[in-house]
Every structure is written in structure tokens, then in C-alpha cells.
T-cell receptor, first 113, second 114 residues
Framework: GDSVTQMEGPVTLSEEAFLTINCTYTATGYPSLFWYVQYPGEGLQLLLKATKADDKGSNKGFEATYRKETTSFHLEKGSVQVSDSAVYFCALTDGGGSYIPTFGRGTSLIVHP | ETGVTQSPTHLIKTRGQQVTLRCSSQSGHNTVSWYQQALGQGPQFIFQYYREEENGRGNFPPRFSGLQFPNYSSELNVNALELDDSALYLC?????????????FGSGTRLTVV
């Protein structure tokens, strides 16, 4: 079945540091890939998405590139802020099977001033 | 444009009781999914409704049931509550059941079973 694997957290960074959160996936079809963010006490918000190989999704300084050859969709940001502290979820919807999003376990990001 | 709203925000129930959670989907969205998120875990898919019909179900027992109404709002019902049902329940809506769409999530209902 479909699955998403994220790096273990928490990831702890100082403000203005470079961020990478790794995400790899397995899927039976040709998936669309997503990153969601969950701030404390809130639901998930769609951060960015990519629907085909080599697409780059970007939003609010975050970006991720759909790499079919490595089945990866790593999240990056050049300079993190304290306000970026949250839990980040990688997810996929498999166009070859069901269209139900499958989520990773989430990676907590803590940014210190 | 209103987002996804869920009610109630918090709920405490006793083991064995039944609970109904409610969700109003974002305007223009006809697909609603429900997820269970245990503390420190990713959301686990419960089921999805598309135009009032269930069109997908995760690995949850039959005591988890749902409904979608003509206005595309939805309910999640859980019977015979167990302690392990304590979690954040998230509702998400999408413009369609098409796979290229992201989902808009509500803030969730925090259910505590004692």
C-alpha cells in the first residue's frame, strides 16, 4: 500500500538557519505530493503541492521538488523564523488508486531566537 | 469564503457512550474526509464522503460511521467509545474527489474518553 516516511523530529534550529525535512514515499500509481503544516492547537494547513515529476511546489519561502527517481519530496527553507515552529506533514494522494491522502507521522520543527 | 468548521471543539465522554461530531465543509467543496490524529502521530484516514456517498474507508471498525448531507456538511458517529478513541478528530474538505486537490482542514474536535 501507499506510505510516507518522514525524518524523525524534533528538528531544532536557530533563527535564519537553513531547513531540510526529508520525506520519501511509496505508491502504486503516480501520486500527487503535499506538505501540510500544523500549528499548536490548530488543524492542518496546506503549505505546498506538486503533481508531477520535477515540479517544484513553493509557498511562504518553503519549497519542495517532486523527485520520482528517488521517490522523495524534501521540504526546504533558506532562512527559518521563530513563527515557523510547527509540525510538518508530508502526504500523498495516489492517482492510480484511491484519491485519499496518506500522511506521514509528522516532523516537529522548533526554531529558537 | 468560509473554511471548514467543526463542532464541538472539545468533548469528554465516558467509555461505552456514543458521540457525534459535526463538520461544515468549505463553500463549493463536495468531498469530506474524516481523520483521527492521536497525540504525536499523523492523521489516520477514517472515511471519505463524496456527494453524500461513502467512497473510501480506512482501517476503522464499523462502530465508526458517518453521514454527508445535501449541503455537503458531515457527521462522524462513534458508538461504544473506548479509551483508545481519545484523539483529535479532523474533518477536511476538497472541491472534488480528484487527486490533484489539496484538502482544507478544520481545527478539529478534541475527544477525551474517560
Amino acid at each position: 500500500g501507499d506510505s510516507v516516511t518522514q525524518m524523525e523530529g524534533p528538528v531544532t534550529l536557530s533563527e535564519e538557519a537553513f531547513l531540510t525535512i526529508n520525506c520519501t514515499y511509496t505508491a502504486t500509481g503516480y501520486p500527487s505530493l503535499f506538505w501540510y503544516v500544523q500549528y499548536p492547537g490548530e488543524g492542518l494547513q496546506l503549505l505546498l503541492k506538486a503533481t508531477k515529476a520535477d515540479d517544484k511546489g513553493s509557498n511562504k519561502g518553503f519549497e519542495a521538488t517532486y523527485r520520482k527517481e528517488t521517490t522523495s519530496f524534501h521540504l526546504e527553507k533558506g532562512s527559518v523564523q521563530v513563527s515557523d515552529s510547527a509540525v510538518y506533514f508530508c502526504a500523498l494522494t495516489d492517482g492510480g488508486g484511491s484519491y485519499i491522502p496518506t500522511f506521514g507521522r509528522g516532523t516537529s520543527l522548533i526554531v529558537h531566537p | 469564503e468560509t473554511g471548514v468548521t467543526q463542532s464541538p471543539t472539545h468533548l469528554i465522554k465516558t467509555r461505552g457512550q456514543q458521540v457525534t461530531l459535526r463538520c461544515s465543509s468549505q463553500s463549493g467543496h463536495n468531498t469530506v474526509s474524516w481523520y483521527q490524529q492521536a497525540l504525536g502521530q499523523g492523521p489516520q484516514f477514517i472515511f471519505q464522503y463524496y456527494r453524500e456517498e461513502e467512497n473510501g474507508r480506512g482501517n476503522f471498525p464499523p462502530r465508526f460511521s458517518g453521514l454527508q448531507f445535501p449541503n455537503y456538511s458531515s457527521e462522524l458517529n462513534v458508538n461504544a467509545l473506548e479509551l483508545d478513541d481519545s484523539a483529535l478528530y479532523l474533518c477536511a474538505s476538497s472541491p472534488s474527489a480528484g487527486f490533484n486537490y489539496g484538502y482544507t482542514f478544520g481545527s478539529g474536535t478534541r475527544l477525551t474518553v474517560v
